[in-house]
């Protein structure tokens, strides 16, 4: 079964940091972009980053450039997004999926609370 | 700053027929921008309807087509039905390895 199944997220404080992990199965995960997308409570969906198949080209939008970076381990199937200086409104529901202009596989998400 | 507009919200009847558009806050979106289309139930993760502007993902029922309308990428249900109420958004891609996420639909069938 294709499936891609987000872990790590959590509470953490303003400024604080997180890793997110998102773990790939079904599929030859090396021959993908890989993006995350969130959600922040009530709202709608919003592209954060990709990363090209061999993790030589990677994208963010401009409110995370320089705080988030997304890598890949193609041995271990697995698609990650470190957190940096993380702030109130990164607060959301992040996920990962699988694509570049369009994403046809989507985990069911990982919640990421930023709050003191 | 690209803004990938949606209508805020729609309402069909049960049996009904409905579109739902995608536009740009400036100039006309084509093929080129390989609008895609995603459902989101209720409490639920996205998933994929449609794929460069007409192209249905596996499993999605033909009442659901993608196509250009004028300068906006648009997404048809016909024969709407009771759980085809979700929230609906589209995605255009600019290049560049960036995409952009519409505001997003939410359906309502009454």
């Known amino acids: 079964e294709v499936q891609l199944v987000e872990s790590g997220g959590g509470l953490v404080q303003p400024g604080g940091s997180l890793r997110l992990s998102c773990a790939a199965s079904?599929?030859?995960?090396?021959?993908?972009?890989m993006t995350w997308v969130r959600q922040a409570p009530g709202k709608g969906l919003e592209w954060v980053a990709n990363?090209?198949?061999?993790?030589?080209?990677?994208y963010y939008v401009d409110s995370v450039k320089g705080r988030f970076t997304i890598s890949r381990d193609n041995a271990k199937n697995s698609l990650y997004l470190q957190m940096n200086s993380l702030r109130a409104e990164d607060t959301a529901v992040y996920y990962c999926?699988?694509?570049?202009?369009?994403?046809?596989?989507w985990g069911q998400g990982t919640m990421v609370t930023v709050s003191s | 700053q690209t803004v990938v507009t949606q209508e805020p919200s729609f309402s069909v009847s049960p049996g009904g027929t409905v579109t739902l558009t995608c536009g740009l806050s400036?100039?006309?979106?084509?093929?080129?921008?390989?609008p895609s289309w995603y459902q989101q139930p209720p409490g639920q993760a996205p998933r994929t309807l449609i794929y460069?502007?007409?192209t249905r993902s596996s499993g999605v029922p033909d009442r659901f087509s993608g196509s250009i309308l004028g300068n906006k990428a648009a997404l048809t249900i016909t024969g709407a039905q009771a759980d085809d109420e979700s929230d609906y958004y589209c995605?255009?891609?600019?290049?560049?390895?960036?995409?952009?996420f519409g505001g997003g639909t939410k359906l309502t069938v009454l």
């Open positions: 999926a699988r694509g570049l202009s369009a994403f046809d596989i």
């Open positions: 995605v255009l891609y600019l290049g560049s390895g960036i995409s952009v």
């Open positions: 990363i090209k198949q061999d993790g030589s080209e990677k």
């Open positions: 460069s502007t007409n």
């Open positions: 400036s100039g006309s979106v084509s093929t080129s921008y390989y």
């Open positions: 079904g599929f030859t995960f090396s021959n993908y972009w």
